[in-house]
């Protein structure tokens, strides 16, 4: 198709970092601050500013009808404030976007659902939010309750919903109710396995079905599958815009380029952290000590050094694929007889592995360092490293294998 259903030009969000808002107040305290006004005004002017942060600058963007695009980029590269903007949950500072069509979004868990109301409302009103009749929602609304699993909590207000069921009602709405233009973040990621595996089938038949998808998530595998076109977003800036094997090619890049960098440096940490800065380098080593190429079969080590101790910190380690699906996590919280705590304070938090069972490849860590079960501080892609060819258990493993990983094993054939 030739026809426009997304056009941004010039775009910009600013945020202001370290001011807070006013908040709530009375008739009485608004009456006061009136009366002072006239009198404060050097005053004010004299306050400081805050900084300015801009997380979309100067973006410009056309998709049109029937393109499915995967956004991609680091935490805080922009992906989320561009499509609260196309979804109208919030406003530009600079620049516009232009979006022709029905807008069916699934931002954060529990988007677009009023808490008061039960899930029958709920799929009522985002249906009439849609500008569909009562009887186009209700021709929907069994097949809708059918894909959620949500039969025997329709008549339940949202808010004593769990997170994963809001998640569930929310897809099944935004998917079913079939709006010309769907916009899709990280949030399937909080559903269980299952219903995750039904909804990105569902979002590959919306796809198939000529309708416009903007797609964000960090499983570069789902992305691939899903979409024809790729942008990468960095620093709140297009960087790339291209089929999407090439972006993703391009993101890769970036993000071995910022493992090289100084840890301390990196800008894109885990919106949930306290500390902005506390993981100063990651490395994996062998067992003579090379750091980032390790040998499959064989021991190894991923150290992780912190700027400071902090009592009781733990450690989540991710091991991802080239495509960026995890394949492994390894977590300090899930205790084991083995585990050691030093009696003194450190700054060092070492995990060790007796035999590491990867196929030959290129891999990355991605890490969180916890401190009193409080996310202190996290980096996606805070190390790379490759694995070469080796032995598991007696078993050779041939470079070219399919896969990540390789269990031992033994066979049993006839002569």
């Known amino acids: 198709m030739s026809e426009i259903a997304i056009e941004a030009h010039e775009l910009g969000k600013r945020y202001t970092l370290g001011v807070r808002g006013r908040g ?29 942060l801009w997380a979309l600058k100067d973006l410009s963007l056309t998709i049109r009808s029937g393109e499915v695009v995967g956004l991609i980029g680091h935490n805080g590269a922009g992906k989320s404030t561009l499509l609260k903007i196309l979804s109208r949950i919030t406003e530009p500072s600079a620049g516009y976007a232009d979006v022709t069509g029905r807008v069916g979004s699934l931002l954060e868990v529990g988007t677009g659902f009023h808490p008061e109301l039960t899930g029958r409302e709920n799929i009522f009103l985002n249906g009439a939010i849609l500008g569909m009749r009562r009887a186009e929602i209700q021709a929907r609304f069994d097949e809708i309750v059918e894909f959620a699993e949500m039969e025997r909590f329709l008549e339940t207000p949202v808010k004593r919903y769990s997170s994963g069921m809001s998640v569930r009602l929310a897809f099944a709405v935004a998917a079913h109710l079939e709006p010309e233009i769907l916009l899709v973040d990280e949030v399937l990621a909080v559903g269980d396995a299952a219903f995750q595996r039904k909804s990105l089938g569902k979002m590959n038949e919306v796809a198939k079905a000529g309708r416009t998808v903007v797609f964000v998530s960090h499983n570069l595998a789902i992305i691939q599958a899903l979409c024809s076109r790729g942008v990468l977003l960095e620093r709140g800036r297009v960087k790339a815009d291209a089929p999407i094997n090439e972006a993703i090619d391009r993101y890769l890049r970036t993000l071995e380029s910022a493992a090289s960098e100084d840890l301390l440096q990196r800008s894109d940490r885990d919106n949930r952290a306290y500390d902005e800065t506390l993981v100063r380098h990651l490395e994996i080593r062998d067992a003579g000590g090379t750091p980032n190429v390790v040998v499959a079969g064989r021991p190894a080590a991923i150290v992780v050094d912190v700027t400071e101790h902090l009592p009781s910190m733990e450690c989540q380690l991710t091991i991802v694929n080239s495509l960026g699906q995890p394949i492994a996590t390894l977590d300090s919280e899930m205790l084991a007889p083995v585990d050691v705590r030093g009696p003194e304070p450190g700054t060092r938090l070492e995990c060790r592995i007796e035999s590491l069972p990867l196929l030959p490849g290129r891999y990355r860590i991605d890490v969180i360092v916890k401190a009193k079960r409080h996310i202190q501080d996290g980096l996606q892609a805070a190390a790379f490293f490759d694995v070469e060819p080796g032995m598991i258990g007696e078993r050779p493993i041939a470079a070219e294998a399919d896969g990540d990983v390789s269990l031992p094993h033994s066979w049993r054939l006839p002569a």
Do not use: I, M
Request: proline letters at 7%; hydrophobic letters at 20%; a positive charge.
């Open 24 to 52: 709530y107040g009375t008739l009485r305290e608004s009456l006061v601050e009136a009366a002072k006004r006239p009198f404060d005004r050097g005053r004010r002017e004299r306050q400081p500013k805050g900084d300015q």
